[in-house]
């Protein structure tokens, strides 16, 4: 599982949202191992240095012997690894680990993506749309230019909405809005969503009303990727489930999300300080 230290290197590397100094980068890696294996909705876990944490992220597409990642400069790690450039090589890389997406006819499916989780949207729309189902997808961020793979869903989807919380691109509503209006017009088999937390828990309790199997793919906090330090752990109808083995996806309408929101919160201020004493504010 763990790649070998000679395919890590970074072949391409491009700026595909920024907005002030934020940044979404999107790196091209080698990494034929995990390219032959990885399916829609796995993720690969990885270190830009010896001492950096480990932290996961989702294989956006693949190709011969290379994978694609997109990060948003968030944090300490993030941004060191939004520093690397093409040619430079990753300390470490594991993967494909995670459950794969079903990937079926449903039907009618409605994809929801918010922020940087859109990367996390286009594989499963890709394979969603190949396996014949019809595809609304709506996909939003704070602002134009965090904005990303709008060309590419636009490609493989039948309908595509677009949302800005300022308004200064596509419709200046939440994801969620749309979410409604698209709901209160047609009737839906599936919906798939990944984004802020908040995000989630609301198109989950929308669409728990409307009984509409509904899947979520979670970005938790995770330090091995084995399903033996806990850290990814989450509640789901009272048993612990890790979303490092037995997710990233879940039933959206059987997670505790008060808290999974409050574990979310745990790092935030020590991540804040880390940021500042290493001069990355
Ligand atoms: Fe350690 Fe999932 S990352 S149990």
Redesign the pocket.
Known sequence: MLNNKLSMKIVDKKIIGQFKDARIVQLKIEALDIAQKAKPGQFVVLMVNDRGERFPLTIVDKNKGTIDLIVQEIGLTTKLLGKLKAGDSLYALAGPLGQATEIKNYGKVILVGGGVGIAEIFPIAKALKKAGNYLLVIIGARTKGLLILEKELKEVSDELYISTDDGSYGKKSLTTEILDEVLAKQTYDFVYSVGPLAMMRKVAEKTKKEGINTKVSLN??????????????VSLAGKTK????DGPEFNAHEIDWPELEARNKMYVISEKHICKLKGYE
């Open positions: 938790a906090l995770m330090v091995d990727g084995t399903g033996m330090c806990g850290s990814c752990r890790f979303t490092c083995i």
